[in-house]
């Protein structure tokens, strides 16, 4: 899908999508349709059966988006009344009727912000929200499938389809928020969901350990909470999301977190360009990590250090072993410690002292802080319960390599450990000059060879990943030294391109 407000701009998108539709779909044929500004996405479920029945499931709201697909979908739409309800309804159903539709449908529209729709398209199917239509209503849509399929009746006449309490479905993306949600591929190093109940669902296909592919769409999974109102959904919800703790690869976890958050989404004042029109709030600068979170993360560390040695103890035998001491005890003196740790590139250097009791001394900078507290497991996952002058904090940590990661309810920290300069290898960022590859994927197009010169912008290659073509383009202007990858190789997020050199370079 794509919008354009200009012929130029329109023959540019046109090929784009044409492309992009081949490649997925194996299909390049385009439908025009008017551009209505800052509608909402609202969807209809529909049932039909072989005895010319059909009926409405009441509607769905997906009006929140990026690059045109749903992200998170809530039934029933905020802000709707029970006459527009009625009104959606109907139109489904006659849609439906006109074509004799049996089995699964969705009927889609455009709302304007005066509650105008107008018919977008019909899904010939179930879709991936139809779990908050099964919430709202108490149904088995699949089930209601099987039975249609097999020459029954539709389960329920209209009247009988009661509407009840609120529900949402989060989709879990792999995928970088602050990168245009680009969409990522790598392993799942560790996963750990909140918990099921009749109130949440989580439908899912993978499991802490597997590997989200580039050959598939970056879905890990959808998060489905129901509630009384829409106010104690919105809650659950985000609740939930504070649960959802993945390492491995970028999600858009924190970002749901930020979005369901906002108050105009509190509010319910919802439409396809709420994103773009709440940039700002919804990508807030990134700040440094808290100087509390910095203590947890040493806390745990030393904790973990504290877990080995007392293994040490319990294999040698020796439980006074000096060798299997990591409390720093030192006769009539206090031990202080100089630890390093990173947020981003920035180096944080803390001192930390041993105290006697157990506790320990924690010196940021100019800030001082008293730290207590112990390393427990609940299940396969370990806490941090703790104590920062006074105030108490849980956070589960995991350390893995040379990362330290806490997830807290204020979401995620990822605080690194320096890594020897021998043991650090060639940035992956690919600053060689040239453009590199933003995600890993499929070349699909080259439009440039060794000797041509390009601008600043100038298109170098396509890739498609996760069924998005993306365009890579000139990062300056120069002299294309060499082309590394030819159409329909594979490549690795951060693999550079091409070999792109000042024009006047000796290196040519």
């Not at 200009?6 to 023959?11: G, H, I, P, Q, T």
């Not at 998170?72 to 009344?81: K, N, S, V």
């Not at 009840?164 to 479905?169: I, L, P, R, S, V």
């Not at 597997?210 to 998060?223: C, G, N, Q, R, W």
């Amino acid at each position: 899908m794509r919008i354009a407000s200009s012929e130029k701009e329109f023959r540019e998108q046109l090929e784009s999508a044409r492309r992009e539709a081949k490649k997925s779909f194996n299909d390049d044929a385009m439908l025009i349709e008017k551009f209505v500004d800052n509608p909402r996405h609202v969807e209809v479920q529909v049932f039909g059966d072989t005895f010319g029945n059909a009926v409405y499931l009441f509607e769905r709201d997906c009006s929140v988006q990026r690059r045109h697909q749903k992200i998170i979908e809530e039934a029933p739409g905020p802000g709707i009344t029970p006459e527009v309800r009625r009104k959606l309804g109907d139109a489904a159903v006659k849609a439906a009727k006109a074509v004799n539709y049996v089995g699964a449908g969705t009927v889609e529209f455009i709302m304007d912000s005066q509650h105008n729709f107008y018919f977008m398209e019909m899904n010939t199917r179930l879709q991936v929200e139809h779990p908050v239509t099964e919430m709202i209503t108490g149904t088995d849509l699949v089930e209601w499938q099987l039975k249609i399929a097999a020459g029954d009746k539709v389960p329920l006449t209209q009247e009988q389809i009661q509407l009840k309490g609120h529900a949402f479905e989060a989709r879990i993306y792999a995928e970088d928020p602050n990168n245009n949600f680009m969409p990522g591929a790598g392993p799942l190093l560790y996963l750990s969901t909140p918990p099921s109940d009749s109130c949440t669902r989580i439908e899912t296909g993978v499991r802490q350990g597997d590997e989200v592919s580039i050959h598939y769409d970056p879905m890990i999974a959808k998060l489905v909470v129901w509630a009384e109102d829409r106010q104690a959904a919105l809650r659950k919800l985000r609740y939930c999301l504070q649960q959802y703790n993945i390492v491995g690869l970028s999600t858009n976890v924190d970002f749901l977190l930020n979005l369901s958050g906002h108050p105009d989404f509190a509010a319910g004042r919802i439409h396809t360009n709420f994103i773009p029109q709440h940039y700002d709030q919804l990508f807030p600068p990134k700040e440094a990590i808290s100087q509390v979170a910095l203590c947890q993360a040493a806390l745990g560390l030393i904790m973990r250090e504290r877990r080995v040695t007392d293994t040490f103890r319990i294999q040698s035998g020796d439980q006074f072993s000096p060798f299997a001491s990591s409390s720093g005890r030192r006769i009539n003196i206090a031990y202080t410690r100089n630890l390093t740790l990173l947020d981003c590139q920035n180096s944080v250097n803390m001192a930390i002292t041993y105290n006697h009791d157990g506790s320990y001394n924690m010196q940021i900078q100019d800030q001082s802080f008293h730290v207590s507290g112990c390393l427990s497991c609940d299940g396969d996952s370990e806490y941090i319960r703790c104590s920062v002058n006074g105030v108490v904090h849980k956070s589960k940590v995991i350390i893995l390599d040379d990362t330290i990661y806490l997830f807290s309810p204020e979401g995620r920290d990822q605080i690194g450990l320096p890594v020897p300069k021998y043991l650090s290898g060639v940035s992956a960022t690919g600053e060689q000059g040239g453009a590199v590859a933003p995600m890993t994927g499929t070349v699909e197009k080259v439009f440039v060879k060794a000797g041509d010169k390009v601008q600043v912008g100038d298109p170098l290659v396509v890739m498609i990943a996760m069924k998005m073509e993306h365009t890579i383009r000139a990062p300056k202007a120069g002299l294309i030294k060499k082309v590394l990858y030819q159409e329909g190789s594979q490549v690795n997020r951060y693999a550079p391109l091409v070999e792109l050199v000042d024009e006047n370079s000796d290196s040519q």
